[in-house]
């Protein structure tokens, strides 16, 4: 039997052939021309044929580029346009085929693997350069059912292989199907509500969007999942009442959660009458989605369930993914909170899983951004020395990483940290870095908050000393006040309401309540808008301060309580400081002028935080005095 021609002979002889019957109308459509590319092109040497194709293409368009002979000219550009059909078809042909690699790949990863959900979400991670389609991922689960060879495992490893293999599959169709029927409702709950915040924020009830999506979906898991999602309970009680909780429906859920999320974000990021707006509640789904996955591994730790560790460390992949993606972003809150556009119970507690997914990544400008986000949060929480160490973790690595943007950032989080420990030369060190580094690379941002950290630090250490020098107040005040003016011309809120929060707590120290409360509305006003709970909680605190100084009873105590109760709701340990000030008064005026007081505001909080916060009240001011 005679050799097979090499390679090159060929494929040079099917690219010949095309041609040849393109010219002789012996081609009908570009179908046939990608079917014998299928059949004559060998699995693996697509680039052998792709250089010999680019060859062919080079001289018959210099050909064709030759006016000497008119004849051959046209001649070689009706061969030319042949030759670019074969081409679009193999760009084609070159997408089809690599996709099917990608899958058998991945297959063989799974079934190999010891922890085949991990790997399954490392394979369908959106985060990859070519994450799968939904196409793809139905041709995924396509090819898990009908596996047949499973290599040299044993008959009772086949058979666990090829159980989780089925239940892999049949996650993500049941997925796929609940996606289809969801896909058309992804933001009807926007429309159909006619008040009310956006966004995964407030206090739980019958509309928003878990509910409005719980009656689209046929699957008893995640109808139940979102139920409970809708009427504020935790994930983690949720979990605890599902004992039949297994592979398939964990997969199902990915499935289902991640198109929800994507389709979101990108919804909001096309929100081009405000993009502002969108921002913002972009920004309140990708974190929304990743404390449901943070909370859900608290749940799975809890539970009585087979392999719980593995839906654990899936549900901290799941959080991981879900942050990678939102650091990428252009409005990844690099001076933010995890509380930004959140309020209510909904979020208590869900910080100390966060971080947990971050422990074995490697060094990237994506950890470096989420863990800044953490820092931030863990300082709101008041737990500083774990913020310190995030924040220098998250510096070193911005540094490695030359995120610049990411660098001034934490140095402006490390001085402010560094105030709540009262280490007021240090906060000043790490300011000026800022002031210097942000000047240097033009980020107008990162200067705004470094020249409020700065004055904020020097106010306190100005009211530190025994015999302060009046001009120490106003060289730190005049910092606050540049600082300021230029978060206001960039219209950034939330630098906004720092630098105004910063000012008004400065009027305190140098005796100046008037003035403190002009710039302490303001700052309320600037947070709100921002979304950050934790500024407004704060500025409301210094707010009771002030009318304190001013003996103003009623509104201090007013103040007080819709800082007390706002900080204590996402776990802040500065809501005591409020407390301290409510108990303070109530000691100074007797209980039933204190009381009487707290009943002519009742409207005014009731309007704010509702009757239930109302009511919560007299708890915290109990939990603070035992």
């Not at 707010?543 to 706002?566: D, F, H, T």
């Not at 100074?588 to 509702?610: H, M, N, P, V, Y």
């Amino acid at each position: 039997m005679p050799d097979a021609p090499p390679l090159r002979d060929r494929y040079l002889a099917l690219i010949d052939q095309v041609v040849q019957m393109t010219l002789k109308g012996q081609i009908r459509s570009k179908e046939q021309v990608y079917q014998m590319l299928q059949e004559g092109v060998d699995a693996g040497t697509g680039e052998i044929f792709e250089r010999h194709l680019g060859d062919r293409l080079a001289e018959t368009q210099q050909q064709a580029d030759n006016r000497d002979n008119e004849l051959k000219q046209a001649k070689a550009t009706r061969i030319l346009r042949a030759l670019q059909t074969i081409r679009g078809e193999w760009d084609r042909w070159q997408t089809q085929n690599q996709a099917t690699v990608v899958l058998d790949t991945a297959l063989r990863q799974i079934i190999a693997a010891d922890d085949r959900l991990s790997v399954f979400l490392r394979v369908t991670d959106p985060n990859l350069p070519k994450p799968l389609n939904l196409s793809q991922l139905q041709q995924f689960a396509q090819k898990m059912r009908s596996v047949q060879e499973l290599g040299d495992l044993s008959a009772g490893d086949q058979q666990e292989v090829q159980q989780e293999l089925q239940q892999i599959s049949q996650g993500i169709m049941r997925g796929l199907e609940s996606w289809n029927h969801l896909e058309n409702h992804l933001v009807s709950w926007i429309y159909d509500q006619s008040q009310g915040q956006l966004g995964f924020g407030g206090a739980p009830s019958d509309r928003g969007p878990w509910i409005a999506w719980s009656k689209q979906v046929n699957s008893v898991t995640l109808k139940s999942l979102f139920q409970s999602l809708a009427v504020g309970q935790s994930p983690v009680e949720w979990i605890n009442q599902r004992p039949d909780f297994n592979l398939s429906d964990f997969v199902e859920a990915v499935s289902v959660l991640r198109y929800l999320q994507l389709g979101l974000v990108n919804w909001f990021d096309k929100l081009v009458y405000d993009a502002k707006v969108g921002a913002k509640l972009s920004i309140s789904t990708f974190l929304g989605f990743a404390v449901i996955w943070s909370q859900l591994a608290n749940g799975f730790n809890q539970a009585v369930l087979p392999r719980r560790d593995r839906f654990a460390n899936g549900c901290f992949q799941m959080t991981l993914q879900i942050l990678r993606v939102f650091a990428q972003r252009p409005y990844f809150p690099l001076y933010g909170n995890i509380f930004a556009s959140f309020s209510g119970e909904y979020l208590r507690d869900a910080l100390s899983y966060l971080d947990e997914p971050l422990r074995q990544e490697e060094g990237t400008q994506e950890k470096a951004r989420i863990l800044t986000l953490l820092g931030s949060s863990m300082r709101a929480l008041g737990q500083i020395e774990r913020a310190i160490a995030l924040h220098q973790q998250a510096l070193n690595i911005a540094r490695t990483a030359a995120d610049t943007s990411c660098e001034i950032a934490n140095l402006n989080h490390l001085s402010r940290a560094c105030v709540a420990q009262s280490s007021y030369t240090e906060a000043i060190n790490y300011s000026q870095r800022a002031v210097i580094l942000s000047r240097q690379k033009g980020d107008r941002l990162g200067e705004a908050n470094a020249l409020a950290n700065l004055g904020y630090s020097e106010v306190f250490q100005a009211q530190q000393l025994e015999q302060a020098d009046p001009d120490r107040f106003e060289m730190a005040i005049d910092r606050l006040q540049q600082g300021l003016e230029l978060s206001e011309r960039l219209g950034d809120r939330q630098s906004q309401a720092l630098c105004l929060s910063s000012l008004g707590m400065a009027q305190i120290l140098i005796e100046e309540p008037q003035m403190a409360i002009e710039y302490l509305e303001k700052g309320i006003q600037a947070a709100q808008v921002s979304g950050d709970v934790y500024l407004q909680g704060q500025n409301l605190s210094y707010l009771a301060e002030a009318y304190y100084r001013l003996q103003n009873s009623s509104q201090a105590i007013q103040m007080a309580c819709l800082g007390m109760y706002l900080l204590e709701q996402i776990g802040s340990a500065s809501w005591r400081q409020a407390a301290g000030l409510l108990i303070v008064l109530r000691g100074q005026l007797g209980e039933a002028a204190f009381g009487s007081l707290l009943k002519q505001q009742r409207g005014s909080i009731i309007a704010a935080i509702g009757v239930d916060g109302y009511d919560h009240l007299p708890d915290l001011l109990e939990l603070y005095s035992s």
